[in-house]
């Protein structure tokens, strides 16, 4: 019996169902099965940055029970992921099995980027060698990851006098695009500007109609212009001075907007109508990025939850490797989807060949296929899975993949836009915009964002209008905004800052070790994010530099393609930033945490409390600690009462899974607890 390694449970009994377990025993590594040690910094630099692999505690039975297998095996398959990360595992399964006292028989490595009958079949059918170029690219990474984590997190304890903080080597560059954003935000001074809306009526009977409109004979254009001057606000934002430069020619008051509008005068005239047919074509189908965001966006889920669960469709043979930064389908799913496309909408809805999506992400690598359907017959509605695992959530991102890659073989949409321009007779210019869509296409498929068609009459040039009324508006100019989970990610990705499938545990370390809170899906600085990056940058600018970081990127392809060593690459990193090291060791003073001092004062002592951030967030300690040791959590209620004694429900944090929950505010005497709001009942 031949013995096949993978890393999940999940994956294996997929395996199981189309291999059988006659032929082949399928078994779990349980994810790693060997890493650098959680309490030792684990690289040799004296040596070429060696590192020493150990198996980790929690891993230790589950090693000795597949080296167990792998000695009664007649061969051995590893089928771990199809990527860097997966290549490595493969390795060190490979390792600890050729350190062991056994011969052994007939060691493969197999990759697939599907979990299907056909798929696995044939890679079994063409095994290869574990590429160590792909192991030496993920080995790199760890080890430079290593260094800085290991090295900085230990100068942050002492300058900042906090024992957990951590610092990486693309999470603080995240926290700095965060802090940066926010400090825009908080120089920013909005601006007040006045905008004009008129409403027309048509001359000689004709109808004039906008969407929405109240009036059926009416339509509403937007002052634009006077004697070919726009009205117009253009913000630039200085990176340097942190300053933003106005350039203005918009309407700045309301007596402004009223003198304009007095200043109006008919007639007014029909002076241009612009139709043309619009074409939109189809979105390529998901990269993992763009999966995220676009999750993200619809579905409100965070990076977190769309990775895991996307990893629970792909172990169950849903859909393809979701961690690529490829665009591109194969042949078998082109043929499947226009197949289809055409049986079930139509044969007008196919264009004339297949669509197929050239790779710009410079970060793309290993020659994967974009996220899809593994089977393009099952929809969402029709979701049939061999667990009860599967929940709404799983089938609502199963419906968004399957939609985009099936409607990336789709025809295009076709709209009528039409522009009408109205000008008065001492030269205030007007406009309205209007499209109908006159064929959906991929849109049949994937849906529509818009609000519905915005139509505009059928009017001529030199037909005259008259202003029923003309309607002032007060708006301010907006700062740039928050940061999404999406928004991060669609930055991190443009910046070529780490890859797609680390963004999740990005997003979740920065918000665990409280550089970053998480408010109205906005990502939100805390002090000591504030604090944290601006030591890093004044004493570690190069670090946090985006082209720097993006570099690094460049240079893991670059073994990846076994055009670079990993060790020089890691050297050259090494050597200046340990000379910095022990510079601000040195140099750099403590740094003081930013406190809150309350009007209230500590019922043990009579000092004045303060808000200090800890460990696991804020709460309320007594000014003169540690002489006075008082302290309490910052309590946030709920509009819920206990379901148990009645007591109020406040919002707590768990220690262990660093994951805020609602629990009762009389704890200890009460020990109710829930993670969702709506199981408080």
Not at 323 to 350: C, P
Not at 426 to 435: D, I, P, R
Not at 634 to 661: A, H, M, Q, Y
Request: hydrophobic share 35%; net charge positive.
């Amino acid at each position: 019996m031949n013995l096949i390694i993978v890393e999940s449970p999940t994956k294996a009994r997929t395996l199981t169902r189309f291999l059988g377990n006659k032929e082949y025993r399928i078994e779990a590594t349980m994810g790693h099965v060997r890493d650098l040690p959680k309490a030792a910094l684990g690289v040799d630099i004296e040596h070429d940055f060696t590192p020493s692999y150990v198996i980790p505690k929690d891993r230790q039975k589950r090693v000795g029970e597949l080296k167990d297998l792998a000695k009664k095996a007649d061969g051995i398959i590893l089928a771990t992921d199809p990527d860097r990360e997966g290549e490595a595992i493969a390795w060190h399964a490979a390792e600890i099995i050729k350190n062991s006292k056994f011969k052994i028989q007939n060691l493969q490595r197999i990759v697939f980027h599907e979990i299907t009958e056909s798929a696995i079949k044939e890679a079994i059918a063409h095994p290869r060698e574990i590429d160590l170029k792909l192991v030496d690219a993920q080995q790199a990474r760890r080890v430079l990851d290593r260094l800085v984590g290991y090295k900085l997190s230990p100068l942050l304890w002492q300058k900042l006098s906090r024992r957990w903080l951590s610092a990486g080597r693309v999470q603080s560059v995240a926290v700095r695009l965060i802090v940066e954003r926010e400090r825009e935000i908080e120089k920013f001074a909005k601006e007040e500007y006045w905008t004009i809306e008129g409403c027309f009526l048509a001359s000689q009977g004709t109808s004039l109609r906008s969407q929405g409109s109240t009036l059926e004979n009416n339509m509403v254009a937007q002052l634009v212009s006077k004697d070919g001057i726009k009205y117009e606000k253009t913000l630039t934002y200085d990176l340097f001075d942190g300053k933003y430069t106005t350039t203005s020619s918009a309407i700045s008051n309301q007596s402004s907007a009223l003198s304009i509008i007095t200043d109006l005068k008919a007639p007014y005239t029909v002076s241009a109508v612009d139709k043309k047919e619009v074409r939109r074509a189809p979105p390529p189908p998901y990269t993992t990025s763009t999966l995220q965001q676009d999750a993200g966006r619809r579905l409100g889920f965070s990076a977190k939850k769309i990775m895991q669960l996307a990893q629970k469709l792909y172990e169950e043979g849903m859909i393809t490797y979701h961690r690529t930064d490829s665009v591109n389908l194969s042949e078998k799913f082109l043929i499947e989807a226009r197949d289809f496309i055409g049986h079930t909408y139509g044969s007008g809805y196919l264009p004339d060949k297949a669509r197929r999506y050239q790779t710009k992400s410079k970060l793309a690598q290993e020659a994967h296929e974009a996220i899809r359907p593994a089977d393009v017959q099952v929809q969402s509605t029709q979701f049939t899975v061999h667990t009860q695992e599967i929940n709404r959530d799983h089938i609502r991102l199963y419906d968004l993949i399957w939609k985009r890659a099936l409607s990336s073989q789709a025809r295009e949409a076709v709209f009528d836009s039409t522009t009408i321009r109205i000008t008065s007779v001492n030269a205030y210019l007007f406009e309205a915009q209007g499209s109908v869509i006159t064929f959906e296409g991929f849109l049949k498929i994937i849906g529509r964002d818009t609000d519905g068609d915005v139509e505009l009459p059928d009017v001529a040039v030199g037909q005259t209008a008259s202003l029923d009324r003309a309607i002032p508006t007060q708006r301010f100019t907006s700062p740039p905004p928050r940061y999404t989970e999406a928004a991060l990610i669609k930055a991190l990705e443009e910046k070529g800052i780490g890859r797609p499938s680390t963004y999740a545990p990005i997003i979740t370390t920065i918000q665990e070790r409280m550089y970053v809170t998480r408010e109205d899906k906005k990502l939100i600085p805390t002090d000591l994010g504030f604090t944290v990056t601006d030591f890093l940058v004044r004493y570690f600018p190069t670090i946090l530099e985006l082209p720097f970081t993006a570099a690094m990127e460049d240079e893991f392809d670059a073994i990846a393609a076994g055009r670079k060593e990993w060790q020089p690459v890691i050297r050259e990193f090494y050597v200046p930033f340990a000379a910095d090291l022990d510079k601000t060791y040195d140099t750099a003073e403590k740094v003081k945490m930013p406190v809150e001092i309350l009007e209230e004062k500590c019922p043990e002592c009579e000092s004045p409390l303060l808000i200090r951030t800890g460990r696991y967030g804020k709460f309320i300690a007594c000014s003169t600690f540690p002489k006075c040791k008082y302290s309490r959590q910052i309590v946030e209620k709920i509009d819920k009462k206990c379901p148990r004694c009645g007591g109020d429900i406040v919002i707590k944090k768990s220690r262990k899974r660093s994951k805020t929950f609602y629990g009762c505010g009389n704890w200890p005497k009460c020990d109710f607890a829930a993670w969702k709001k709506e199981d408080i009942k």
